[in-house]
Structure formats: C-alpha cells, structure tokens
C-alpha cells in the first residue's frame, strides 16, 4: 500500500509546486513597505529588476528645525512615504534608503536653521558626491531610471546638477538616466498654495517653513510628526507662517497633488521610444 502511495504524493507535491511559485512574498519589517529596497533580499531585488521594476527612486529630506510644534524628521519622514506612494502608483519602482543629511548652512558660525538645536549640516559639494555615487550604484545594479523626489527647497539646484553631469556622461549609453523631479517640490509651492487659498488661507498663514501649508503636509502623512499642543500659541522663531490651523484635511490636498504630478511627470521622462 504504501509503494501505490508514492506515485499519488508525488503527483500531489508536482500540482503544488506552481502554487508555491506564485506564493505571497513575505510581509515586509516593521517600518518599511513592500516597495522600500531595503526590506528586500540582494537576490529578491534582483528578480524584481529583471522582471521590469527598473525604476528607483530616492527619497531626499534633511534633519532641521522646524519650531516647537513639529520633528526635527519631518523631511525624512515625508519624503520616504511619499515616495512609498509613487512607486505604488507607478508599479515598476523601488524606494531607496531616504537621504537624511543634506546642506543646511553654516555650522560655524551657525546660519539658517543651524542655529537652532538638532539641525544637521553637511557641505554641498559631499552632498552631491553622495547623490552620485548612489545613482552610479544603482546603474551597476541595472536600473534604467533613477528619480531624485527633495522635500526641502534648499538643494533643488544640487539634485538638477548631479542630474546633468550623469546624463552627460551617460549620453551615449541609454542603459541609465537620472531625472531630478521638479514636480514633487514645485507642487508645494504653487497648485498646494492655491488650493489653500481657495480654501481661506491667507499667504500669510501659509507660509514657507512649518506654516501651514507645511504642517498640514506633515499631519497628512502622519499626524505624530505634529504637536499639537505647541500650536496654541502665537508662531515661535524658526517658524514662517501660522500653522494653528493646520489639517490633515488640507495636507491630503497636497498629498495627492504631489504623488499624482510627480507620477505623471517621471512616466514622461521614463518613456523610451
């Protein structure tokens, strides 16, 4: 009986083997989604290139100030889920490791948001060696695009200008691009603004830094990045901007211009002919 066994067992496991083939992958760690490369094995990421997720994105934020009512993370943590949300949407990409140290100003003396407690600062010219050697690995490791996504205003320039010495270099080798997204940032400052002002905000309240246009973007994307209760008072230094009434309402107005402008404009500069 159990040699008329053998052939049924086997039979059985030959039916399986396609259903485990196609398995769930395992759940990510704790604080990192399916699409973060870093929650990914080497040979898990390369299987997912070769079967066409050839695009990836990096996250920049910076370590700053930003008053009293909101962390000194709020870039990074932004910057991550954000990205998180479109490569979702674009299905064909991975989310780097989020660039936490960026130029800041001065550290001695201290300018800008140096000046207050917790602001990390690096020089810009190791800034953009950083940015570079990133996107050279990521072309090694057979990536076509890599997108450059910066929550902060100040080093849009460097991001455009580590993007144009690459593809220069890369000019005659189509394997690779990099795209600095202007549509991630400029969104915060044009189409988010006004769909604040439709809304009652004055500019004033708005503002450029941990106003209210910052501070709703932060309570969107998670509300722990906020303390509430520090907004009850009259703005502190190191703010721009009133953000007491700040929503998480209004920062999804921002959210979804953001991830729905910066998907469609990386489909733009990703298409081949």
């Known amino acids: 009986m159990t040699r008329l066994l053998v052939p049924a ?12 083939a196609f398995a769930a992958p395992p759940a990510p760690p704790a604080g990192f989604a399916a699409v973060d490369l870093e929650a990914l094995t080497s040979t898990e990421l390369r299987e997912r290139i070769a079967r066409g997720t050839t695009t990836v994105l990096v996250p920049i934020g910076g370590t700053e100030q930003n008053g009293a009512h909101m ?9 991550h889920l ?30 800008a948001h140096m000046k207050y407690t917790g602001t990390i600062s690096i020089p810009e010219a190791a800034f953009e060696a950083l940015l570079e050697s990133a996107a050279r690995s990521f072309k090694q490791h057979g990536f ?15 991001l455009a200008r580590v993007a144009a010495k690459l593809d220069r270099e ?32 004055t500019a004033a309240e708005i503002g450029v830094h941990a106003g ?18 520090a907004m009850a008072a009259a703005p502190v230094a190191g703010v721009t901007g009133d953000p007491r009434k700040s929503s998480a309402e209004l920062g999804e107005l921002g959210v979804k211009l953001i991830v729905d ?11 081949r002919q």
């Open 9 to 20: 067992v086997i039979a059985a496991c030959a039916a399986l083997a396609p259903m485990a």
């Open 71 to 79: 962390v000194l993370g709020k870039h990074n943590v932004r910057a």
């Open 82 to 111: 954000l990205a998180d949300r479109i490569a979702e949407a674009l299905g064909n990409a991975v989310v780097a490791p989020t660039v936490a140290y960026v130029p800041e100003g001065s550290i001695h003396p201290p300018a």
């Open 144 to 158: 076509r695009d890599v997108v450059f996504l910066g929550d902060h205003g100040g080093y849009q320039e460097s």
């Open 170 to 201: 890369w000019a005659k080798d189509p394997s690779c691009r990099v795209l600095a997204s202007t549509e991630y940032y400029r969104v915060t400052q044009t189409a988010f603004e006004d769909a604040l002002k439709a809304r009652g905000a």
């Open 212 to 229: 209210l246009a910052d501070t709703s973007l932060a309570l969107a994307v998670d509300p722990a990045l906020v303390r509430p209760q």
């Open 261 to 271: 402008r910066t998907v469609a404009e990386i489909r733009r500069a990703t298409q």
